[in-house]
């Protein structure tokens, strides 16, 4: 079973940049396809991108494309989101998850109750 830590959240201005990592441990994500979704208070927890196992082929929610750019390092056993021109809407606890992808090279998922593995989260708050 794979275990989950998100790391490089904080407080940042509207325009601002940060980097998320996930730092996996306990199985090598090379069997994994990865997402990052995020919630924001009082909502739901919705999809913000995805990556196939073989960093092949990737998505991002309408919202972010073009700011945000998920990508991996199998040999680090981390995945990133690199998030650019931040904006006060991008406020939520942002979560990196997990899901098992041995067959499939190819694939990824958009879907949160696709993914069984998840982190604790780290909090991105943008001032306007």
């Given at each position: ?21 996930c ?18 208070p ?18 991002h ?18 995945v ?32 949160s ?6 982190g ?9």
């Amino acid at each position: 079973q794979v275990q989950l830590v998100e790391s490089g959240g904080g407080l940042v201005q509207a325009g601002g940049s940060l980097r998320l990592s996930c730092a996996a441990s306990g199985r090598t994500i090379n069997d994994y396809a990865m997402g990052w979704f995020r919630q924001a208070p009082g909502k739901e927890r919705e999809f913000v991108a995805t990556i196939s196992r073989n960093g092949g082929r990737y998505w991002h929610a309408d919202a972010v494309v073009g700011r945000f750019a998920i990508s991996r390092d199998n040999a680090k056993n981390s995945v990133y989101l690199q998030m650019s021109t931040l904006k006060p809407e991008d406020t939520a606890v942002y979560y990196c998850a997990a899901r098992g992808s041995a067959y499939e090279a190819s694939a990824y998922y958009t879907h949160s109750d696709e993914y069984p593995y998840w982190g604790q989260g780290t909090l991105v708050a943008v001032s306007s």
